[in-house]
Each structure stands twice: as C-alpha cells, then as structure tokens.
T-cell receptor
Framework: TQLLEQSPQFLSIQEGENLTVYCNSS?????LQWYRQEPGEGPVLLVT?????EVKKLKRLTFQFGDARKDSSLHITAAQPGDTGLYLC?????????????FGQGTILTVHP | ETGVTQTPRHLVMGMTNKKSLKCEQH?????MYWYKQSAKKPLELMFV?????RVENNSVPSRFSPECPNSSHLFLHLHTLQPEDSALYLC???WGSGRANEQFFGPGTRLTVL
C-alpha cells in the first residue's frame, strides 16, 4: 500500500509570511498533483508534476517534484488571506491502477490579515 | 468549475430512508470515482468505475450501492445509513490512464444522517 505523508497538518500564519508544505513517500509516483479545497467544496487541481526535479510556478506558489519522484513540496511566498484552505497532495502510481490517486492527509492553512 | 456536477449539495436523512446521490461529468472522461471525506480524516476512496465497469470497491458497506449507467453519470444509492456515515461525498472523473491522470472533483454532497 502506497502512503503519502503530508506535513504540517496545520499552519497558521500572518499575511506576508512564507510557508512550505511537504509531501513524502517511500514509493515512486508517475505524477503528483496538488489540490486546494475550500470548506464545503470539492478539491480544485492546482498543478501536476510529472518529471523528477521539475519545478512549476503558479503566481506566488512554487511546486517541486523530488528527483526520485517520491516527494514534493509546495512553497507559498507572501501568503495572503485568500490562500486560506486545505491543501492536498495526491500521487498517481501509473500503470493499470485505473487512475487511482493516493492522497496525503492534507494541510489546513490559515492566513490571518 | 462546471466540469463535474453533483446533486443534491446538501442532504439530511434518517437511518431508515433511501436516497441517491447523483454525479455528472461533462469532460469526456472514462473513469469516475466516489470518495468520502470526514472531518480530520484523509479522503477515502470508495468506488472506481472505468468505462462503466466497477473496478474497485474499497470494502465499502453494502448500505452504499454505486451505479454507473454510462460514462457521464454516476450514482450512489444510500439505504439504512448510520450517523457515522455523515460526511462530504465527493465525485471525481479522469481519463483513468496516462502519465498524469488528473482527477477533477465535483463540489460534493454534504450528507447528514440523523
């Protein structure tokens, strides 16, 4: 069974601070996705990384896939209250797994004005 | 995002009721999923359908019964539920293959069992 350990579980910071969320596994993934979920809504896909060592930027968000494709990180620069939400990482093993994703436990981010 | 829709958005039911959740995807995908999301727990995969065939049932109790009449529609039939089944039920769709396999989620149905 593949597992994704996501940390930290909770993050409470002030507007303007930087933060990093980590997603680690002992398994190799074909790709890894990051989602953001607001209360009462479904997760919304932010980014997909597929190549070991890949770095993708989405405005103030920077996503990195580890060289061995076992881990990933999400870095937010100058966080804003609008960044508040649940952040989920999810790994796809590939092959004939019918598209199943392995999800991390999630990080609840609160950005205070 | 209107690629995946779910109805109803909220549902309150007694333990003896029978109800159904509906999901529809407009993305042309061929795989659909039901997830359960409870407070302080990771997303739990319940069922996977690929090309309208159920390919995974993650030890879900028989009081949950999925149905996939075609590649665009997915139902979750509920009967004799327990209060611990109260949760956010999410539907998702994807291509089911390929290197990335991104899943796209609906807004969910917030279910409360009294």
């Amino acid at each position: 069974t593949q597992l994704l350990e996501q940390s930290p579980q909770f993050l409470s910071i002030q507007e303007g601070e930087n933060l990093t969320v980590y997603c680690n596994s002992s398994s190799v993934f074909s790709s890894l996705q990051w989602y953001r979920q607001e209360p009462g809504e479904g997760p919304v896909l932010l980014v997909t990384v597929v190549t070991g060592g890949e770095v993708k930027k989405l405005k103030r968000l920077t996503f990195q896939f580890g060289d061995a494709r076992k881990d990933s990180s999400l870095h937010i620069t100058a966080a804003q209250p609008g960044d508040t939400g649940l952040y989920l990482c999810a790994g796809f093993a590939g092959g004939t797994s019918y598209g199943k994703l392995t999800f991390g436990q999630g990080t609840i981010l609160t950005v205070h004005p | 995002e209107t690629g995946v829709t779910q109805t109803p958005r909220h549902l309150v039911m007694g333990m003896t009721n029978k109800k159904s959740l509906k999901c529809e995807q407009h993305l042309g995908h061929n795989a659909m999923y039901w997830y359960k999301q409870s407070a302080k727990k990771p997303l739990e995969l319940m069922f996977v359908y690929s090309l309208e065939e159920r390919v995974e049932n993650n030890s879900v109790p028989s009081r949950f019964s999925p149905e996939c009449p075609n590649s665009s529609h997915l139902f979750l039939h509920l009967h004799t539920l327990q209060p611990e089944d109260s949760a956010l039920y999410l539907c998702a769709s994807s291509w089911g293959s390929g290197r990335a396999n991104e899943q796209f989620f609906g807004p969910g149905t917030r279910l409360t069992v009294l």
